[in-house]
């Protein structure tokens, strides 16, 4: 048991601190923060213009789709180009199913 403690003592006697597993709460983990490129958050880095946000919501969309093309609306994608939100409204109308694309900013009918 004596040969057990002196060797357990020698143990904590000879290792070194820096020898200890580091502290990972409150680390970086060498990740620094203010490093470009590592904020996902980041917008526009190129210093671009986004698009402007649409001025008709995926309802008003919809709706614009149902009083010109007729039919039943299935569905409504939204998908951001250089210019700004498309609308793809998917429709049933007379057994056919069809996708509208809508422009976001004046509601023009791309393909009618």
Not at 35 to 48: K, M, R, V
Not at 51 to 68: F, G, M, Q, T
Request: hydrophobic residues 40%; proline residues 8%; negative net charge.
């Amino acid at each position: 048991m004596l040969a057990i403690s002196v060797c357990l003592l020698t143990v904590l006697l000879v290792s070194k601190p820096g020898m200890a597993e580091p502290d990972l709460i409150g680390s970086d983990m060498g990740i620094s923060s203010s490093a470009s490129g590592n904020n996902i958050f980041e917008a526009n880095e190129d210093d671009t213009p986004s698009p402007p946000p649409p001025k008709l919501s995926p309802a008003e969309a919809a709706d614009l789709v149902r009083r010109k093309v007729g039919g039943q609306v299935m569905s409504v994608s939204t998908q951001q180009n250089d210019s700004g939100v498309v609308y793809g409204v998917k429709v049933l109308s007379a057994g056919r199913m069809r996708v509208i694309r809508v422009d976001g900013q004046n509601g023009q009918l791309l393909n009618p």
